[in-house]
């Protein structure tokens, strides 16, 4: 039977999704997931995620599937995963799908927000390993920014080396940035700003690299207007400013 399933995970404490072929290999969410399945089942279950979330990288609606035997099809997948999986990695749901079901070549647009804590002053502890602690940022230049990031382009300019690709064409179907209200329990402060980025497909690194892009446009560091170029050149050393760090990122949902 195939198994689809939806789960949630803060990534501080992992090297990301995949496992690691490795003598001692690092904690991954992937791993932790084949590591409880073995335990259900007595057999090692290979594990599919819709996409590879790097080290320190949280989900919210993260897809897998897996085979597992027939006579387990009655199996509260939910319940007995959660009672062994860490803490930190929850499924939400667990359920049969169609045997032809693959949870990454099926997938056809991903949602992931990015999240950059403007205050200067201080950060929220409970905030801190889910944000970008950055600083002050112009949220009008960056959002003046969005509208040359959106649509089909080559985005090779955004892709961090580590990972061969056929193509770096994808197409970002939504991008919004939200201001969110101010926060209860503390002092006045600058608004946390949410940056959701929903496309076709993600490069390496990508929404990272647009995050880091973004901020260098909210600290007077690059213009809208340079963003063309810096695409246009396909090169990953064209772009001026840092990957955005692991921590803020976070995979909202897979649509199918």
């Known amino acids: 039977m195939r198994l689809k399933m939806v789960l949630a995970y803060v990534g501080s404490a ?10 001692s290999p690092p904690p991954t969410i992937q791993g932790a997931l084949e590591a409880a399945l073995r335990i259900v089942t007595g057999q090692h279950i290979r594990v599919f995620g819709s996409g590879r979330t790097d080290a320190g990288v949280h989900a919210h609606g993260q897809v897998a599937h897996c085979n597992v035997p027939d006579d387990r099809a009655e199996q509260d997948w939910r319940r007995c995963l959660n009672a062994l999986l860490p803490a930190d990695i929850r ?19 991903k949602t992931y927000v ?21 600083g002050s940022l112009n949220v009008e230049v960056m959002r003046e920014a969005l509208p040359h990031l959106a649509g089909k382009q080559d985005f090779a300019s955004l892709q961090n080396a580590g990972t061969d690709m056929e ?9 919004e940035l939200q201001a969110l209200p101010p926060l209860p329990y503390y002092p006045t402060h600058a608004p946390m700003l949410a940056l959701y980025v929903t496309a076709n497909g993600f490069l390496k690194q990508m929404v990272r690299n647009l ?8 600290r007077g560091r690059l213009n809208a207007a340079d963003i063309p170029a810096i695409l246009a050149a396909c ?8 990957t955005a760090p692991a921590a803020g990122l976070a995979l909202v949902n897979v649509v199918y």
């Not at 992992?14 to 003598?23: A, F, H, L, N, R």
């Not at 995050?211 to 909210?218: E, I, N, S, T, Y």
């Not at 090169?235 to 840092?242: G, I, K, W």
């Open 14 to 23: 992992y090297s990301g999704w995949q496992i690691q072929e490795k003598p």
């Open 91 to 109: 499924i939400l749901s667990a359920g049969p799908v169609h045997e032809s079901f693959h949870a990454r070549k099926d997938a056809l647009s």
């Open 114 to 134: 990015y999240q950059f804590w403007t205050e200067q002053g201080f950060t929220p502890p409970a905030l801190l390993p889910f944000v970008w602690s950055c």
């Open 167 to 175: 193509s770096t064409v994808r197409h970002i179907s939504s991008l």
């Open 211 to 218: 995050a880091g892009l973004l901020a260098a446009c909210g």
């Open 235 to 242: 090169d990953r050393r064209a772009l001026p400013s840092p």
